[in-house]
């Protein structure tokens, strides 16, 4: 069966710092790949996404970034967090074309102090 | 656009109520539509989905039917549960430029069930 594993489940972080969350799918092949964050009050928010090794889309200028340096593996970045960066970061995926059922993970909570 | 809109939370009801959760949506095309659940310090699971209009999905006790006449997919259950508390997302799916498929959520409703 396939499961998806997301680590750290929690971060604290200061202004300034980098950051690394990484998302990875166990179980099956070349799967799509989404990052989301919810934000208090906002609902979710694409981040990202990938239909395969090094092909990343962005849909909201941001200051973070997300690399896929393995079929299964999906790592959102930054350089230097913002405040406004807080929020529960959530990573999915779903198999190919016309198979449109995210499976998620059980997020990463980042607080940026 | 694509876009999803859900009713405002929070709701809070007692064990055994009625429960809707509405949810519209606009879209260009014909789009699936979904519903979602996140269980308090977990990510987001689904909980039923429609693919054409007039199919209703179900699961658990709940319902939602694809009305594309009032572009509306409202979550409904006849009688909750302590159990389901939790923060509903009403999305709804379109093809992306690279030819998978993309969800757009909605803001999502909190609800609580009180024993």
């Known amino acids: 069966s396939q499961t998806i594993h997301q680590w750290p489940a929690t971060l604290v972080q200061p202004v300034g710092s980098p950051l690394s969350l990484e998302c990875t799918v166990e179980g099956t092949s070349n799967p799509n790949l989404y990052w989301y964050r919810q934000a208090a009050g906002r609902g979710l928010q694409l981040l990202f996404y990938s239909v395969g090794i090094g092909q990343i889309s962005s849909e909201v200028p941001q200051n973070l970034s997300a690399s896929r340096p393995q079929d299964r593996q999906f790592i959102l970045s930054s350089k230097k967090l913002l405040l406004s960066d807080s929020g529960f970061y959530l990573c999915?995926?779903?198999?190919?074309?016309?198979?449109?059922?995210?499976?998620f993970g059980a997020g990463s909570r980042l607080t940026v102090l | 656009g694509n876009s999803v809109t859900q009713m405002e939370g929070p709701v809070t009801l007692s064990e055994e109520a009625f429960l809707t959760i509405n949810c519209t949506y606009t879209a260009t095309g014909y789009p699936s539509l979904f519903w979602y659940v996140q269980y308090p310090g977990e990510g987001l699971q689904l909980l039923l989905k429609a693919t054409k209009a007039d199919d209703k999905g179900s699961n658990k006790g709940f319902e939602a039917t694809y009305r594309k006449e009032t572009t509306s997919f409202h979550l409904e259950k006849g009688s909750v549960q302590v159990s389901d508390s939790a923060v509903y997302f009403c999305?709804?799916?379109?093809?992306?430029?690279?030819?998978?498929?993309?969800?757009?959520f909605g803001t999502g409703t909190r609800l609580t069930i009180i024993p």
């Open positions: 999305a709804l799916s379109f093809i992306s430029n690279f030819g998978n498929e993309k969800l757009t």
């Open positions: 999915a995926w779903s198999l190919g074309a016309g198979a449109n059922v995210l499976t």
